[in-house]
């Protein structure tokens, strides 16, 4: 149930890598009716939410900076080779 879900509101999973260094977060390439996306996650963030806004800040030690920028990296190469909309 779970996996339908997650293909509704998120779409296909095309792509992971996990940031080394960091606590539990991963970088994800999706797939949305033909719309690629990246995302960031990590349990090490912060929330604000107020009239009108809502943020929230991922924060990454700088031991984990060069994991996440490597991730990223792979993350846009796969975007590159992948047909779909960005």
Known sequence: ???????????????S????????ASVFVWNRDGKLTLNIRSQDFSY???PGRNDATVTFEA????SLLDAIVSAR?????TPGKV
């Open 48 to 50: 604000v939410q107020a």
């Open 17 to 24: 890598k996990s940031v080394a260094s960091a606590k539990k």
């Open 63 to 66: 031991s984990a900076i060069n």
């Open 1 to 15: 149930m779970f996996d339908r879900l997650k293909k509704k509101y998120w779409g296909e999973e095309i792509y």
């Open 77 to 81: 190469s796969i975007i590159q080779q």
